[in-house]
């Protein structure tokens, strides 16, 4: 489509388009370049009706389901941006959907390329693509408009952007905002201006009646840029009661029912847990879902369908997180395992089914579950997908420790295009569930104590080593061969057991994003540089020949307010695993001031972190390791008075040689070295250079 243009969503196609999600990309030259979206819903006058029609970070979902963030997911480019829509859920006075995106501080959209728009029906089937262009040096962008025309939707491509950014954008449209400058004055007396202790716990020890250790989050407000957060421990404890509606509402401050910030908040669990009553550490806890019965891997199959089903149809904001990206509508959610249904001579069992119903319309998913590594095997989700086509269900969905690449289906499945019901194949990793989970118990809060402590329960059954549940654990038949070919430099272009290594190694970095980002509670995604990586089978290729010449696997992450990306690095030569960050020198001060403040503030870094000055003009600078630099910082100074372009932080971590989950394990060595690098740089970072926003 072209700016301005427009078009009838039921003209596009024969899908489903009560159900749409709408795809949000850009490409950063830089790989450090980000956005969030945002949704406003408009009346016949183009204001929002109140301040809740407007979703962004601080509140991503509509109560009826009608919109939901869906959060950023890795393409070729290196991300998306979704959000759901039930059309048929939104309420008859809504008129318009705005869709749009805001950058940060200085940031603008013309640092980005790349700008699109992609909208979708309920199968996943793309309907249109919209181009941006040239957005200019903007910091809020409206992409487009979905509005009613009578009983049929539209779309409309906008590509209007707003210089004063984010706050200006939701103004102009009616929100009344409360800006950072607002908090001290606006917010005296909340939760936020109290003791963290008088926030968490009563003296003693004990938790307050209804702020549970499963319980409330704490909700924290913090002005971007925002710091890294540390992981939270796992929570652990009986049920509370839960409270009433009434309850709930008197728990929540009056100043913040309010109006809508644009601080990010940073929400936490309460640090201060229940004293055990266990005699000594031996005793163990009653768990829900215990582990310690499985024998077999058809066992770990059916508990890990069933656990998992269970916990989506009983805790909604899990359930609708992980089934909207499938085009599932908003509504009642039922889950059933072990359903025989007709197919020729033989009945055939699907592992799970999931249906939803919404205003009388259902929408139902078959699911097959593989554990343990145990590889889908395509015959048996071809005939799921032909009974889904036969018996008119919307999806399959796929669920085993392999993670699914774009362009690089797990299984082949012949869809017949000629029938008139579509069927959608999807496919979740046990680590993107176990992610989710983590990330809306740890990190965004759960209202509901019981829902909480449910998906504690859930997430402790999939961390389980007898789970089964362990995610991407194989580097796969080539890995062996390749990896001596490289140390014999008998590895040759062309070779196709490189491509399937590159295969792998994409797996493991989307898988280790995942782990990270549960930990901090922030977006975590593996990018691309150029827009030549946008082409998945193209860039493999290059990375395959790339394996052969220098016998390196290389991969960028973007940690969401960290200025920089981390560098991974797995040399199969040498079978050293660098991870890496660059630093950018200040723009004020001395040199030898520099140097002496990075020595003071990575005082608690490992003592072998290297330290490389990046010099102009030059490929490399003076290095050394902290523990030598500590009493004479002055060393990393280039003796020629070159200037200084920043430096380059590094820690090297010897790799496991053996396939699988063994302690030396290859992927095993990948994931403790960038959690290691983590917790002993990354977090000290904040301290060094200034934290850009998204």
Same mark, same amino acid.
């Given at each position: 489509?072209?700016?301005?243009?427009?078009?009838?969503?039921?003209? @596009?196609?024969?899908?489903?388009?009560?159900?749409?999600?709408?795809?949000?990309?850009?490409?950063?030259?830089?790989?450090?370049?980000?956005?969030?979206?945002?949704?406003?819903?408009?009346?016949?006058?183009?204001?929002?009706?109140?301040?809740?029609?407007?979703?962004?970070?601080?509140?991503?979902?509509?109560?009826?389901?009608?919109?939901?963030? @869906?959060?950023?997911?890795?393409?070729?480019?290196?991300?998306?941006?979704?959000?759901?829509?039930?059309?048929?859920?939104?309420?008859?006075?809504?008129?318009?959907?705005?869709?749009?995106?805001?950058?940060?501080?200085?940031?603008?959209?013309?640092?980005?390329?790349?700008?699109?728009?992609?909208?979708?029906?309920?199968?996943?089937?793309?309907?249109?693509?919209?181009?941006?262009?040239?957005?200019?040096?903007?910091?809020?962008?409206?992409?487009?408009?979905?509005?009613?025309?009578?009983?049929?939707?539209?779309?409309?491509?906008?590509?209007?952007?707003?210089?004063?950014?984010?706050?200006?954008?939701?103004?102009?449209?009616?929100?009344?905002?409360?800006?950072?400058?607002?908090?001290?004055?606006?917010?005296?007396?909340?939760?936020?201006?109290?003791?963290?202790?008088?926030?968490?716990?009563?003296?003693?020890?004990?938790?307050?009646?209804?702020?549970?250790?499963?319980?409330?989050?704490?909700?924290?407000?913090?002005?971007?840029?925002?710091?890294?957060?540390?992981?939270?421990?796992?929570?652990?404890?009986?049920?509370?009661?839960?409270?009433?509606?009434?309850?709930?509402?008197?728990?929540?401050?009056?100043?913040?029912?309010?109006?809508?910030?644009?601080?990010?908040?940073?929400?936490?669990?309460?640090?201060?847990?229940?004293?055990?009553?266990?005699?000594?550490?031996?005793?163990?806890?009653?768990?829900?879902?215990?582990?310690?019965?499985?024998?077999?891997?058809?066992?770990?199959?059916?508990?890990?369908?069933?656990?998992?089903?269970?916990?989506?149809?009983?805790?909604?904001?899990?359930?609708?997180?992980?089934?909207?990206?499938?085009?599932?509508?908003?509504?009642?959610?039922?889950?059933?395992?072990?359903?025989?249904?007709?197919?020729?001579?033989?009945?055939?069992?699907?592992?799970?089914?999931?249906?939803?119903?919404?205003?009388?319309?259902?929408?139902?998913?078959?699911?097959?579950?593989?554990?343990?590594?145990?590889?889908?095997?395509?015959?048996?989700?071809?005939?799921?997908?032909?009974?889904?086509?036969?018996?008119?269900?919307?999806?399959?969905?796929?669920?085993?420790?392999?993670?699914?690449?774009?362009?690089?289906?797990?299984?082949?499945?012949?869809?017949?295009?000629?029938?008139?019901?579509?069927?959608?194949?999807?496919?979740?990793?046990?680590?993107?569930?176990?992610?989710?989970?983590?990330?809306?118990?740890?990190?965004?809060?759960?209202?509901?104590?019981? *829902?909480?402590?449910?998906?504690?329960?859930?997430? *402790?059954?999939?961390?389980?080593?007898?789970?089964?549940?362990?995610?991407?654990?194989?580097?796969?038949?080539?890995?062996?061969?390749?990896?001596?070919?490289?140390?014999?430099?008998?590895?040759?272009?062309?070779?196709?057991?490189?491509?399937?290594?590159?295969?792998?190694?994409?797996?493991?970095?989307?898988?280790?994003?995942?782990?990270?980002?549960?930990?901090?509670?922030?977006?975590?995604?593996?990018?691309?540089?150029?827009?030549?990586?946008?082409?998945?089978?193209?860039?493999?290729?290059?990375?395959?020949?790339?394996?052969?010449?220098?016998?390196?696997?290389?991969?960028?992450?973007?940690?969401?307010?960290?200025?920089?990306?981390?560098?991974?690095?797995?040399?199969?030569?040498?079978?050293?695993?660098?991870?890496?960050?660059?630093?950018?020198?200040?723009?004020?001060?001395?040199?030898?001031?520099?140097?002496?403040?990075?020595?003071?503030?990575?005082?608690?870094?490992?003592?072998?972190? *290297?330290?490389?000055?990046?010099?102009?003009?030059?490929?490399?600078?003076?290095?050394?390791?902290?523990?030598?630099?500590?009493?004479?910082?002055?060393?990393?100074?280039?003796?020629?008075?070159?200037?200084?372009?920043?430096?380059?932080?590094?820690?090297?971590?010897?790799?496991?040689?053996?396939?699988?989950?063994?302690?030396?394990?290859?992927?095993?060595?990948?994931?403790?070295?960038?959690?290691?690098?983590?917790?002993?740089?990354?977090?000290?970072?904040?301290?060094?250079?200034?934290?850009?926003?998204?």
């Amino acid at each position: 489509m072209t700016k301005g243009a427009n078009v009838v969503l039921g003209a @596009l196609g024969d899908g489903d388009v009560e159900s749409v999600v709408v795809s949000l990309g850009w490409v950063s030259p830089t790989g450090e370049g980000d956005a969030d979206v945002s949704v406003l819903l408009l009346d016949e006058n183009g204001k929002v009706r109140g301040d809740t029609d407007f979703y962004f970070y601080n509140n991503p979902c509509a109560p009826d389901g009608s919109v939901q963030l @869906l959060g950023k997911t890795p393409v070729g480019e290196g991300s998306e941006d979704r959000i759901g829509f039930d059309l048929k859920a939104l309420p008859d006075d809504v008129a318009t959907i705005l869709v749009a995106a805001s950058r940060y501080g200085s940031a603008r959209f013309d640092e980005l390329e790349d700008l699109r728009l992609t909208l979708s029906d309920g199968s996943g089937e793309p309907l249109l693509t919209y181009e941006v262009g040239d957005a200019g040096g903007v910091s809020a962008l409206i992409f487009g408009e979905l509005y009613r025309r009578g009983e049929e939707w539209k779309f409309r491509a906008v590509g209007q952007g707003y210089e004063a950014g984010f706050a200006a954008l939701a103004s102009d449209h009616g929100v009344d905002i409360e800006d950072d400058a607002e908090d001290d004055a606006g917010t005296a007396g909340t939760v936020d201006d109290a003791p963290e202790e008088e926030a968490t716990a009563e003296p003693g020890g004990e938790v307050p009646a209804g702020d549970s250790a499963v319980g409330d989050a704490v909700v924290e407000q913090i002005p971007e840029p925002r710091p890294t957060p540390e992981p939270v421990a796992p929570v652990t404890g009986a049920v509370p009661p839960p409270r009433t509606p009434d309850e709930a509402a008197d728990a929540v401050p009056a100043a913040r029912k309010t109006r809508p910030r644009t601080a990010k908040k940073k929400v936490t669990l309460p640090k201060a847990l229940k004293k055990s009553l266990a005699e000594n550490d031996a005793w163990r806890g009653a768990r829900l879902f215990p582990v310690s019965a499985l024998k077999s891997d058809r066992d770990r199959e059916m508990r890990a369908t069933s656990v998992l089903l269970a916990v989506m149809a009983q805790v909604p904001e899990f359930g609708r997180r992980l089934t909207a990206g499938f085009g599932a509508p908003a509504g009642r959610m039922e889950t059933f395992t072990e359903v025989s249904l007709p197919h020729g001579d033989t009945p055939r069992r699907p592992d799970g089914v999931i249906r939803v119903e919404r205003a009388g319309k259902l929408w139902t998913a078959l699911v097959e579950t593989k554990t343990n590594g145990n590889p889908l095997r395509a015959e048996q989700v071809q005939a799921y997908a032909d009974i889904a086509a036969r018996r008119g269900y919307e999806a399959v969905i796929t669920l085993s420790n392999d993670v699914a690449l774009e362009g690089s289906p797990l299984v082949e499945v012949k869809i017949d295009r000629r029938r008139k019901n579509k069927v959608s194949l999807w496919h979740l990793s046990w680590a993107e569930v176990a992610h989710q989970a983590q990330m809306l118990i740890r990190h965004e809060g759960v209202v509901n104590p019981a *829902h909480a402590w449910l998906l504690e329960e859930l997430l *402790h059954y999939l961390l389980h080593d007898n789970s089964g549940c362990h995610g991407f654990q194989n580097m796969g038949p080539a890995w062996v061969p390749v990896r001596s070919g490289i140390q014999d430099e008998t590895l040759c272009q062309g070779d196709p057991r490189a491509l399937e290594t590159v295969e792998s190694w994409e797996r493991l970095v989307r898988q280790v994003s995942l782990g990270l980002g549960g930990e901090l509670g922030l977006k975590v995604l593996p990018v691309q540089r150029a827009r030549r990586d946008s082409d998945a089978v193209a860039r493999r290729s290059r990375m395959a020949d790339q394996l052969c010449l220098d016998g390196t696997l290389q991969a960028e992450l973007r940690i969401e307010g960290v200025a920089g990306v981390l560098g991974v690095t797995a040399d199969l030569r040498t079978t050293k695993i660098r991870t890496s960050i660059d630093v950018p020198a200040p723009e004020q001060g001395y040199p030898l001031s520099w140097a002496k403040r990075i020595v003071r503030e990575l005082a608690e870094a490992p003592a072998d972190l *290297h330290i490389e000055t990046l010099v102009e003009g030059e490929t490399g600078g003076p290095r050394g390791t902290l523990e030598r630099l500590r009493p004479e910082p002055g060393d990393m100074l280039p003796k020629s008075g070159v200037k200084i372009t920043g430096f380059r932080l590094s820690l090297f971590k010897s790799m496991g040689g053996q396939r699988g989950n063994t302690e030396a394990g290859f992927i095993r060595s990948i994931d403790e070295a960038v959690h290691k690098f983590n917790a002993g740089v990354l977090a000290h970072l904040d301290r060094l250079v200034a934290k850009k926003g998204a």
